[in-house]
């Protein structure tokens, strides 16, 4: 590096101290440059952006964690027994018979198992995937 005394001008105006800090924060902002794959670069975070980010994260787990704890203090679980197991399968087969696939729609399954062993409704906003898969299930739609 060139040493300029403190007078000494560059063409564009700026004083060498002036320039030598812009190289150090290219510098810095080229750390944080990737060149992805299709050789596009796209600038990652800074550090203080990845802590807030960071910070988020943390806030928005442990708001989770609070909504868990009141759910558990507030509800009783209802267990899944062998007769609602019978009937998720019996659901199951429903399911496939009318040439839909039960898998991604297993736990709602699952939930409407119980509903019909003991003969409660279901309460859910996604009326359509209920309707006609057991003759005893009481379906209640939330808008």
């Given at each position: 590096m060139v040493r300029h005394s403190s007078r000494a001008r560059r063409s564009d105006g700026d004083t060498p101290a002036k320039a030598e800090q812009d190289a150090r924060a290219e510098q810095y902002r080229a750390r944080f440059t990737v060149i992805t794959s299709k050789g596009h670069s796209r600038r990652e975070p800074e550090p203080i952006d990845r802590w807030l980010m960071l910070a988020d994260k943390v806030l928005l787990n442990a708001a989770r964690?609070?909504?868990?704890?009141?759910i558990t203090n507030t509800f009783d679980p209802i267990p899944l027994d062998t007769h609602a197991a019978r009937i998720y399968g019996a659901?199951?087969?429903?399911?496939?018979?009318?040439?839909?696939?039960?898998?991604?729609?297993r736990f709602d399954l699952l939930i409407a198992a119980v509903a019909v062993a003991l003969g409660i409704p279901l309460i859910t906003r996604n009326e359509a995937d209920f309707t006609s898969i057991h003759d005893s299930l009481t379906?209640?739609?939330?808008?």
């Amino acid at each position: 590096m060139v040493r300029h005394s403190s007078r000494a001008r560059r063409s564009d105006g700026d004083t060498p101290a002036k320039a030598e800090q812009d190289a150090r924060a290219e510098q810095y902002r080229a750390r944080f440059t990737v060149i992805t794959s299709k050789g596009h670069s796209r600038r990652e975070p800074e550090p203080i952006d990845r802590w807030l980010m960071l910070a988020d994260k943390v806030l928005l787990n442990a708001a989770r964690e609070q909504r868990y704890h009141w759910i558990t203090n507030t509800f009783d679980p209802i267990p899944l027994d062998t007769h609602a197991a019978r009937i998720y399968g019996a659901l199951c087969a429903t399911v496939r018979a009318v040439g839909r696939d039960p898998k991604p729609r297993r736990f709602d399954l699952l939930i409407a198992a119980v509903a019909v062993a003991l003969g409660i409704p279901l309460i859910t906003r996604n009326e359509a995937d209920f309707t006609s898969i057991h003759d005893s299930l009481t379906i209640i739609a939330v808008r």
